[in-house]
T-cell receptor
Framework: GAGVSQSPSNKVTEKGKDVELRCDPI?????LYWYRQRLGQGLEFLIY????????KSGLPSDRFSAERTGESVSTLTIQRTQQEDSAVYLC?????????????FGSGTRLTVV | TQLLEQSPQFLSIQEGENLTVYCNSS?????LQWYRQEPGEGPVLLVT?????EVKKLKRLTFQFGDARKDSSLHITAAQPGDTGLYLC???????????????FGKGTHLIIQP
């Protein structure tokens, strides 16, 4: 596609439920990143994929968070047993391999609200 | 850990005024990027600066990379309401291998331009 696509754009879920967030990167972009942005805050790194491999999972806040990627395309971020502190905007970005030097292309994000 | 400090955190000025926001670090970066994020959207890359002392202009926006590649500034001339948004700087480390080390984000400057 022309840009990075994320779905859903908004998600309201009850505390304790599981949620799946989807990211469709730009075709040909092998690097994919997930970030979390709490209200009024900067970006918090979660996980990085190179192809379908995740060499850096250092940012995942707890074992309730997991992510996978199919080949060099779609990625899914799963949050199990959601908590209110998980409420945030989850942003996905992609770039060509080794091109973070030049910048990322971000999606519009998924706004997650846990009630 | 590489940190980027942005200042000011919040800035509200009248249309037509000039302003400068800053991005500072004690670390050296191989490149530095500026993004603008509007409500409900992901960050959009404005510019990448690479060479120490480099100056880039984007219409009324002027970006400068410090001589030592540790800091950067963004100057806006004759600000307009359309410039309102969150301005994020992000640095690529000297030994970037992608992932959490690939790009370090500052917490951003919230800019409001009042008509």
């Amino acid at each position: 596609g022309a840009g990075v696509s994320q779905s859903p754009s908004n998600k309201v879920t009850e505390k304790g439920k599981d949620v799946e967030l989807r990211c469709d990167p730009i075709s040909g972009h092998t690097a994919l990143y997930w970030y979390r942005q709490r209200l009024g805050q900067g970006l918090e790194f979660l996980i990085y994929f190179q192809g379908n491999s995740a060499p850096d999972k250092s940012g995942l806040p707890s074992d309730r968070f997991s992510a996978e990627r199919t080949g060099e395309s779609v990625s899914t971020l799963t949050i199990q047993r959601t908590q209110q502190e998980d409420s945030a905007v989850y942003l996905c970005a992609s770039s060509p391999f080794g091109q973070e030097f030049y910048g990322y292309t971000f999606g519009s994000g998924t706004r997650l609200t846990v009630v | 850990t590489q940190l980027l400090e942005q200042s000011p955190q919040f800035l509200s000025i009248q249309e037509g005024e000039n302003l400068t926001v800053y991005c500072n670090s004690s670390s050296v970066f191989s490149s530095l990027q500026w993004y603008r994020q509007e409500p409900g959207e992901g960050p959009v890359l404005l510019v990448t600066v690479v060479t120490g002392g480099e100056v880039k202009k984007l219409k009324r926006l002027t970006f400068q990379f410090g001589d030592a590649r540790k800091d950067s500034s963004l100057h806006i001339t004759a600000a307009q309401p359309g410039d309102t948004g969150l301005y994020l700087c992000a640095g690529v480390g000297l030994f970037s291998g992608g992932g959490a080390d690939g790009l370090t984000f500052g917490k951003g400057t919230h800019l409001i331009i009042q008509p």
